[in-house]
């Protein structure tokens, strides 16, 4: 049996929308992460870039379980001294929810330039609006991932 590698003209780029009101966030961004990785097709390599464009819509009602937006941080530094930089989740929630989705799933893709590509492929919106409509996005849902 020969190993299968797609080509960059065999693979087909679909756009989702994921609408977050009441998801998780942990939760969505898995699923999310896995879109964009392509690992949701038969044709998946994970040297290759098959993942597809992913919308996402209401950040700004995302949920933390428990009491997670207190105990959990987000560290940024500058580079100098002194330069560490901490804000609680649920924070950032509040202030940049987009920078929060995004954060929560850079994380879980590769740390190269593969997963550098591959995020350049999401879109994420605080509001329910997005410009993207000419792209006739498919509306895709995660049942596992709303909140209880």
Known sequence: MRTYSPKA???TRTWFVVDAEGMVLGRLATEVARILRGKHKPTY???IDTGDHVI???ADKIVLTSNKGDKLFVHRHSGYPGGLRTQS??????NKPEEAVR????GMLPHNRLGRQQLTKLKVYAGPVHPHVAQNPETIEFTHAKAR
Do not use: V
């Open 9 to 11: 003209s065999e693979i």
């Open 45 to 47: 390599a994970p040297h």
């Open 56 to 58: 996402i819509i209401n």
């Open 89 to 94: 989740y649920g924070t950032l929630l509040a």
């Open 103 to 106: 954060g929560a799933i850079r």
